[in-house]
């Protein structure tokens, strides 16, 4: 049998050593484990040392004088006694011994203990130290992860909702930018739909117009024919029933030759109409011959009375002659048979004229149509520089303009009354002067204020001498109205636009005073004839200077003419001014109708038109006047102000232009370009500065 088996198989063998229990921390374990058995500790000692042991305890208890009886003792006694002796010596030695010991191993125990316990309690607080600043770091480091995990989140979720966001914006521009090709899709679709629409629409309107329009042609074509054989017809029976035929001047059957020459040319439209559309010419033109056949008709007429007149004074001479006849003396055969054989103004049987007769009939007939000639003449000649209807306006308009200058000139003569005036021109020209297009509310103020001068109703006028018949009132009326024309020197002519709130103050005080308006007039007329309108003639005898002043140039002290630009924008303005108050509206508490509204733009527009032009002025005066009211014409009269502007533009801007030096100007130039832009657009844009009815509520 192996020897290392046998002693592993021993007690000694089989006991297993511990030499780490320090290092690992277990010494207070096996302390007190140790301390367990501390009173049990049994020692094996060898049989040798026992002797020994016990031989020196014995001498140590028995002494010296029994030593003889041990050696006997020893010698004698048997080995059980001896091992007995042994045995009870060494228990109580070791008892002793052990009694001894054992409080030093229990202090050192407990010592080794207090400092084990030391130990471990250092260590355990460097444990827990350790243990705590690895639990701070942990939690340090934790919270720093936890932290960076956190920001890493953000980060991630930042970037995700960045992202996301760039993906949601890119589609929602995807998107939008799919929704606004597809809106300019269908805008374009829907704008050639509108387009088409509007197209058909328009060509329907058209063609519905072009029908109304050739309906109502007809319609005047039918009246004109109607009238034109209403004149015929009362022609034809005026001279079957005159009495007095051979006194006519035209034969009858002239003058129905003539009617019925043109009324075959209208009833040639009529036919015309049922198979080509009618134009605004071929109504003029039967217009014109419907005219025509009226003046051939007043013309008989005229005719027929003066044959009368001519007949009645024939009958009177031949009685006055047959009473002269009888009542003469006869003197002697030969003045009887003179007078007898005489073959003037005698009358035979019949009743029918004799020679003579008709030889002076046809002589005073020649003389009355000599007159009527010379007046025709004079007419037509007058009618070149003013239309026949406005001369008596004309008139009466500068003879109360004078009139009223007339009545105060000994009031401004006076020297007296030198602070008073100024203090009334002061009070008139300030509200004038101040008025703008800020609001309606201002221009009521200011018109209240004037009407206030007019009724001497100014406390800063110390006298109060206003009544209707009174020298001031006339003076305060004439000044107002002059006042206010003089802007469109001072004010209109470099800005157009402030004609319209002065308009309507002009307009708010005339309706108030209609005594006003006349001088309004007049002063405008003295200023700007071409509003009458009326081209003044060169009179015989008459200079330059003075002719030019006539027509509204300013001459200063040397004679000198002004400059024909500076002559023209002066009248620009005076023509906007006035055509500004036509266009006015009323003030809201005013229930009259307008006192001088649209009908005399049209009255004025129409009087120009029968004007032969001037170089120019004409074309000035009308640009400037159509810019002003063409939009409010057109918006009343309708197709009838289109009539007009289409024989503007076909007939009279050629005749200006004729009589315009090589045929073009600043002012043509701006006519023309004017009544291009009206045809092209087929209406009037209202002018700059306009302000409708309801301004004077602002």
């Given at each position: 049998m192996d020897v290392g088996l046998a002693l592993q198989n021993t007690s000694k063998g089989q006991i297993k050593y511990d030499k780490f229990w320090v290092q690992e921390g277990r010494t207070k374990e096996v302390l007190d484990e140790i301390s367990k058995f501390s009173t049990r500790v049994s020692l094996a000692i060898s049989p040798k040392i026992l002797d020994r042991i016990a031989v020196e305890?014995?001498?140590?208890?028995?002494?010296?004088?029994?030593?003889?009886?041990?050696?006997?003792?020893?010698?004698?006694?048997p080995k059980a006694s001896k091992l007995k002796g042994v045995s009870k010596i060494t228990d109580a030695y070791f008892y002793e011994q052990q009694s001894e010991m054992e409080l030093p191993i229990l202090e050192y125990e407990v010592e080794r203990l207090q400092f084990m316990q030391d130990i471990f309690n250092s260590k355990k607080q460097e444990f827990d130290n350790h243990s705590c600043e690895l639990q701070q770091m942990t939690n340090q480091e934790y919270i720093m992860l936890k932290r960076k995990n956190e920001l890493d989140a953000k980060l991630r979720t930042s970037d995700l909702e960045r992202i996301e966001k760039a993906i949601l914006e890119e589609a929602r521009q995807k998107e939008m930018h799919q929704r606004e090709q597809y809106e300019s899709h269908a805008k374009k679709l829907s704008a050639k739909v509108q387009e088409a629409e509007m197209k058909q629409k328009k060509a329907e309107e058209e063609l519905r117009k072009k029908e109304q329009e050739q309906a109502e042609l007809k319609v005047q074509l039918?009246?004109?024919?109607?009238?034109?054989?209403?004149?015929?017809?009362?022609?034809?029976?005026?001279?079957?029933?005159?009495?007095?035929?051979?006194?006519?001047?035209?034969?009858?059957?002239?003058?129905?030759?003539?009617?019925?020459?043109?009324?075959?040319?209208?009833?040639?439209y009529v036919e015309k109409s049922e198979t080509k559309d009618l134009t605004i010419e071929d109504i003029l033109n039967v217009n014109l011959q419907v005219k025509e056949v009226y003046e051939i008709f007043q013309d008989i007429m005229n005719d027929i009375e003066s044959a009368k007149s001519k007949a009645l004074r024939n009958n009177e001479k031949v009685k006055n002659?047959?009473?002269k006849e009888s009542s003469t003396p006869v003197k002697s055969n030969d003045t009887v048979?003179?007078?007898?054989?005489?073959?003037?103004?005698?009358?035979?049987?019949?009743?029918?004229?004799?020679?003579?007769?008709?030889?002076?009939?046809?002589?005073?007939?020649?003389?009355?149509?000599?007159?009527?000639?010379k007046d025709d003449k004079e007419k037509e000649l007058l009618s070149q520089f003013i239309a026949p209807d406005a001369i008596e306006d004309h008139l009466k308009i500068m003879e109360n303009l004078n009139h009223v200058e007339?009545?105060?000139?000994?009031?401004?003569?006076?020297?007296?009354?030198?602070?008073?005036?100024?203090?009334?021109?002061?009070?008139?020209?300030?509200?004038?002067?101040?008025?703008?297009?800020?609001?309606?509310?201002?221009?009521?103020?200011?018109?209240?204020?004037?009407?206030?001068?007019?009724?001497?109703?100014?406390?800063?006028?110390?006298?109060?001498?206003?009544?209707?018949?009174?020298?001031?009132?006339?003076?305060?009326?004439?000044?107002?109205?002059?006042?206010?024309?003089?802007?469109?020197?001072?004010?209109?002519?470099?800005?157009?636009s402030t004609a319209f709130p002065i308009a309507m103050a002009i307009v708010g005080v005339w309706c108030k005073k209609p005594d006003f308006g006349s001088l309004i007039l007049g002063h405008f007329y003295?200023?700007?004839?071409?509003?009458?309108?009326?081209?003044p003639p060169k009179q015989e005898g008459q200079s330059e200077s003075e002719y030019y002043s006539i027509l509204g140039y300013h001459i200063d002290d040397e004679g000198n003419v002004e400059e024909k630009y500076k002559f023209l924008n002066r009248i620009s303005g005076y023509v906007r001014l006035y055509a500004a108050i036509i266009v006015s509206p009323l003030p809201p508490d005013v229930k009259s109708p307008h006192p001088h509204g649209l009908a005399w733009g049209w009255k004025w527009?129409?009087?120009?038109?029968n004007l032969e032009p001037r170089p120019d002025i004409t074309a000035t005066v009308l640009y400037d006047f159509l810019d002003v009211t063409g939009h409010s014409l057109q918006k009343v009269y309708g197709n009838q102000?289109?009539?007009?502007?289409?024989?503007?533009?076909?007939?009279?801007?050629?005749?200006?232009?004729?009589?315009?030096?090589?045929?073009?100007?600043?002012?043509?130039?701006?006519?023309?370009?004017?009544?291009?832009?009206?045809?092209?657009?087929?209406?009037?844009?209202p002018p700059n500065g306009f302000l409708d009815p309801n301004f004077w509520n602002r």
């Open positions: 305890v014995e001498n140590e208890l028995n002494g010296n004088e029994s030593n003889g009886e041990k050696k006997d003792a020893v010698t004698s006694s039918i009246n004109c024919q109607k009238e034109a054989q209403n004149s015929v017809t009362k022609s034809a029976e005026k001279l079957l029933s005159c009495d007095y035929q051979h006194f006519l001047r035209i034969p009858p059957k002239d003058r129905m030759d003539q009617m019925n020459k043109v009324l075959l040319s209208i009833n040639n002659f047959s009473f048979t003179a007078v007898l054989s005489s073959p003037v103004k005698t009358l035979d049987s019949a009743g029918h004229k004799t020679k003579g007769v008709e030889n002076e009939m046809k002589v005073m007939a020649d003389t009355n149509v000599v007159i009527k000639s007339g009545i105060f000139q000994p009031f401004k003569a006076d020297p007296r009354n030198k602070k008073y005036r100024f203090e009334l021109q002061k009070a008139i020209n300030v509200p004038i002067n101040s008025l703008s297009s800020n609001s309606g509310s201002q221009i009521k103020a200011k018109i209240n204020r004037l009407l206030n001068i007019l009724s001497g109703k100014i406390p800063e006028l110390k006298r109060s001498d206003m009544s209707n018949d009174s020298v001031a009132y006339s003076f305060c009326l004439y000044l107002m109205a002059k006042q206010f024309v003089e802007q469109g020197d001072t004010q209109i002519s470099a800005q157009h003295s200023r700007c004839p071409y509003l009458v309108p009326f081209y527009l129409s009087r120009m038109l102000f289109k009539k007009i502007i289409h024989i503007l533009i076909k007939d009279f801007f050629q005749k200006i232009k004729q009589v315009t030096p090589g045929g073009t100007g600043g002012p043509v130039e701006r006519l023309e370009t004017f009544l291009q832009q009206t045809a092209k657009k087929g209406y009037i844009s």
